[in-house]
């Protein structure tokens, strides 16, 4: 589905990522992890295109999307849930998810996606005239999820979805995303709980300073001591 060839990203002279490869089929779940400054943020900004690489190709489904416009790969099938949730907080919760509907083609399903967003976070029903400011945290991740799900998106991209939240929510969190996932959305999940993401990932990926330094089944990561204490943290 996603094939990154050679993908290398600078901010100025700054190399953040240094000729990624790899591939990502569909319905997978592939979790990125590694140390602070790894580029793991980065690598999540230029596969939603917010930023453009210096080299290399972004493929989805068999298109090189690389060079398009950053709104042009939510029409490509793209959806991001950034770190930190950037919701609008002075809007609704029901109008915060509508944003992410903007395309004619989710827009004409809008109440039905809704429907499936609901049934996914049920804590949002009672929410849906409050302003987003207002809730909770967790609550505002259900929604910066539920809206990048409105789009109906065939590759969902999130970056770290449990900061800040209690441990409770974040096991709730990660139950919500395996949930997606079985659905048949393709994720790409950027995650410092590395125990919770790799328990429910099928692939995982480890960066270090913008490389890939290994990558394959999460157990078989898990099981070398050297991958564990030097980029999993444990």
């Not at 990660?174 to 393709?186: D, Q």
Request: one cysteine or more; hydrophobic letters at 45%.
């Amino acid at each position: 589905m996603l094939d990154l060839q050679q993908l290398t990203v600078a901010y100025g002279q700054a190399r953040a990522l240094w000729d990624i490869s790899m591939q990502v089929a569909h319905g997978e779940l592939l979790c990125v992890v590694g140390p602070n400054g790894a580029g793991k943020t980065t690598l999540v900004n230029t596969l939603a295109g917010i930023l453009k690489p210096i080299g290399g190709r972004i493929v989805m489904e068999g298109h090189d999307i690389t060079r398009l416009a950053p709104h042009k790969f939510c029409e490509a099938g793209i959806a991001l849930v950034p770190e930190g949730r950037r919701l609008f907080t002075g809007m609704t919760v029901a109008e915060n998810l509508d944003v992410g509907s903007f395309l004619p083609a989710a827009k004409a399903r809008r109440r039905q996606t809704r429907d499936e967003v609901l049934a996914l976070f049920p804590a949002l029903q009672a929410k849906l005239t409050a302003p987003a400011g207002e809730l909770s945290g967790g609550q505002q991740q259900m929604v910066a999820i539920g809206r990048a799900l409105m789009a109906r998106p065939r590759l969902l991209l999130l970056d770290e979805p449990s900061l800040g939240l209690s441990p409770l929510v974040v096991t709730d969190m990660f139950e919500a995303i395996r949930k997606i996932s079985a659905g048949g959305i393709t994720i790409v999940l950027v995650e410092q709980n590395v125990s919770l993401a790799m328990r429910i990932s099928h692939r995982a990926c480890v960066l270090e300073l913008g490389r890939i330094v290994a990558e394959g089944a999460p157990d078989d990561l898990m099981k070398r001591p050297e991958i564990r204490q030097a980029y999993l943290g444990v």
